[in-house]
């Protein structure tokens, strides 16, 4: 099933960053993405309790920084939502394996354009609908 629009939240602290991020998918003619955007752990969960986003964008560097729970709680705010983790290349290594961070998907800060973005969100909301589907062949 194609989607002609997904609601996106970012988690980021950096606003050249975040600026870059809502650059990028704000010129996608389809599909379309509405972007909130959070430079504050509390806000972004506060978003997440009171509305319904497909994928969620998460610095993870800063986030785990404010709060080592925060994909956690991500998970318990929005279990439907597709969590897409932004990385700087040194923490994509070191914590590529610890499964607190399982994700539908990984960026490396710096290292993606807008078809690599587009791509990688709707692949991973794709991938977080597969994980929901009830295992038929258990």
Known sequence: MKRDEFNVL???DDGAVALLVQTL???????RFRIKYAAEVG?????LR???FDVVLV??????NADPAVLKKIRIFA???A????ADRNAVTSRAHDSDYAAEGLLVNGEFDAEL????LGCAVARRRVRELPHIYS
């Open 10 to 12: 970012v988690f980021e």
């Open 25 to 31: 998918l704000g010129n996608a003619a389809r599909p």
């Open 43 to 47: 806000a972004g969960l506060k978003h």
């Open 50 to 52: 009171e509305e319904r």
């Open 59 to 64: 610095d993870i560097s800063w986030t785990w």
């Open 79 to 81: 279990p439907e939502a």
């Open 83 to 86: 969590v897409v983790l932004l």
């Open 117 to 120: 973005l587009k791509s990688t």
